[in-house]
């Protein structure tokens, strides 16, 4: 008796597109979310985004077949991305916006040394050359950081999460459904979320506005941006991943801009240079591995080789 299915993988090309509109639906919501921090405590407003983020895929998700280890990936997935969340917002307390922006998105470093750990080899030349300019870019945009404290190391330490995230997506991602393995990640955040929320100041207690902002987020940076991550990298190399998900700090710097927000000529220069970064990382980018199959210490070897998998190479 066979066992279900693998779904057919995506292009590497419809994959990169997908991570850039991920990173573009992330972006969107920095505005909304800004806003709405300043009027509701952060545990409550991340339960809520998260609730609705779930709710949304729940009806989608029971339509496909579950796999084997699906819930405990899915868990350890959201448990990376709480623990991010989570630092990013401590560390907000003792630390500027832009620090904290700067800070966070040196994943970009990050994903590729954890990928020097894992696989025991350098990234190509091109993933390096992107990081390189990433990070530059990244300085121009943001500003960099004035100095180094609790609020700056507690960032680093979301970063680290984030970082993970996108690792354990790309080990994971290609052996379920994206839909089912999103909505576990979202229902993670969500339930450890929820009754610290009400501790939280002001508790569940938001405005008209707070619940708008929860219910934007929770569709369009929640359940469809993850989507498109858990999606995407199925066939897209982490590093890469990366580099192509700062599309993020330049569409919020756009938007910014666009609602009145002063970007400046550093500012324009530090997102032309992430979108070469972008370019960079791509060129050559179908000579790389897949991310499906790369040994993460994190998930056991029969955790995955369990489930289906696709013996075919995914098209350039």
Request: glycine residues 10%; contains cysteine; aromatic residues 8%.
């Amino acid at each position: 008796m066979t066992g279900p299915v693998a779904p057919a993988l995506p292009s590497r090309a419809r994959g990169r597109w997908v991570l850039a509109l991920a990173g573009f639906l992330f972006g969107s919501t920095f505005l909304v979310v800004q806003t709405a921090v300043d009027r509701a405590a952060v545990l409550p407003f991340l339960a809520v985004r998260f609730l609705i983020g779930t709710a949304v895929l729940w009806p989608l998700a029971r339509r496909a077949a579950a796999t084997p280890n699906e819930v405990r990936h899915g868990i350890l997935a959201g448990l990376t991305l709480l623990a991010g969340f989570l630092l990013q917002t401590t560390g907000l307390r003792s630390t500027t916006s832009a620090t904290s922006a700067f800070i966070t998105y040196l994943l970009v470093v990050m994903v590729p040394l954890i990928g020097v750990v894992r696989h025991r080899r350098v990234p190509p030349a091109n993933v390096l050359v992107g990081v390189v300019l990433a990070v530059a870019g990244l300085y121009l945009l943001s500003g960099g950081i004035a100095g180094i404290g609790t609020g700056e190391l507690l960032t680093v330490g979301a970063a680290f999460f984030f970082a993970l995230h996108i690792v354990v997506l790309g080990e994971v991602s290609g052996h379920h459904d994206p839909i089912r393995l999103t909505m576990w990640q979202a229902l993670t955040v969500a339930v450890c979320c929820f009754v610290p929320g009400f501790f939280a100041p002001g508790g569940y207690s938001f405005d008209a506005g707070v619940w708008v902002a929860a219910a934007f987020c929770g569709v369009g940076a929640t359940a469809a941006a993850f989507w498109c991550m858990t999606w995407a990298q199925r066939v897209v190399p982490e590093s890469q991943a990366a580099i192509i998900l700062l599309m993020e700090p330049v569409s919020a710097a756009v938007l910014g801009a666009i609602a009145g927000e002063a970007l400046g000529l550093a500012g324009a220069v530090g997102a032309v240079l992430i979108l070469a970064s972008v370019l960079v990382a791509e060129l050559a980018g179908g000579s790389h591995p897949a991310a499906v199959g790369a040994e993460l210490v994190l998930v056991h070897e029969d955790d995955v080789d369990d489930a289906p998998a696709s013996d075919q190479p995914p098209p350039p």
